[in-house]
């Protein structure tokens, strides 16, 4: 299977551990996003990486979130100090670097902290 | 900001009959895109179709298609002989920059329409 793969799958944790989770994009891609989806919702953007580089971390939802991308292949979601706020489906998409690339997802991480 | 609204939470169509999911959305950029994505129950999301706003005419991918009025901020997804694969969660969403060099933008996407197929 050459999609984009999240591991893992399931998470439960108890409040205020920390979580990583792993987006490994299609190969070719050079783009990479990561969304939040809550119950009853759409998708949130929450960062995004060209390669390497951090373009756009604002909509993080908070400091206790932190993504990284270090060889510009797989990448990484850390969520530090968990709440019951944050269980939701964590989604990573990638696409080519080109004008109106589109963003093929993942299976996602559904958190479930209690 | 940008938003995305999906009026109807749920719809239910016959199977072969022809159904229309609404979308509406909001932005101030000039350039943007527009797109319908497909959420089967616990599986992946898959895009389905897809509109330039600069391209007057409407997309069509098999048997779905769109009816794109810019100046109404409409984008509604339109599917023909509805099959009972083609249950799932639909999501309208819209992205205003897609070109490399920064800006880059994730979807801004609508809360979903749950569309039901009757056999």
């Known amino acids: 299977d050459t999609g984009v793969s999240q591991n893992p799958r399931h998470k439960i944790t108890k409040r205020g551990q920390n979580v990583t989770f792993r987006c490994d994009p299609i190969?070719?891609?050079?783009?990479l996003y990561w969304y939040r989806q809550t119950l009853g919702q759409g998708p949130e953007f929450l960062t995004y990486?060209?390669?390497?580089?951090?373009?756009?971390k604002s909509r993080l939802l908070s400091d206790r979130f932190s993504a990284e991308r270090p060889k510009g292949s797989f990448s990484t979601l850390e969520i530090q100090r968990t709440e019951q706020g944050d269980s939701a489906m964590y989604l990573c998409?990638?696409?080519?670097?080109?004008?109106?690339?589109?963003?093929?997802f993942g299976p996602g991480t559904r958190l479930t902290v209690l | 900001a940008q938003t995305v609204t999906q009026s109807q939470p749920e719809m239910s169509v016959q199977e072969a009959e022809t159904v229309t999911l609404s979308c509406t959305y909001d932005t101030s950029e000039s350039d943007y895109y527009l797109f319908w994505y497909k959420q089967p129950p616990s599986r992946q999301m898959i895009l389905v179709i897809r509109?330039?706003?600069?391209?007057?005419q409407n997309a069509t991918e098999n048997r779905f298609s769109v009816n794109f009025q810019k100046a109404a901020k409409s984008f509604s997804l339109k599917i023909s002989d509805s099959q009972l694969g083609d249950a799932a969660m639909y999501f309208c969403a819209l992205t205003s920059t897609m070109y490399s060099g920064g800006g880059a933008d994730g979807l801004t996407f609508g809360k979903g329409t749950h569309l039901i197929i009757q056999p």
């Open positions: 509109q330039e706003a600069y391209k007057q």
């Open positions: 998409a990638s696409s080519l670097d080109l004008l109106a690339s589109t963003q093929y």
């Open positions: 990486f060209q390669n390497e580089a951090q373009l756009e």
């Open positions: 190969s070719e891609h050079n783009r």
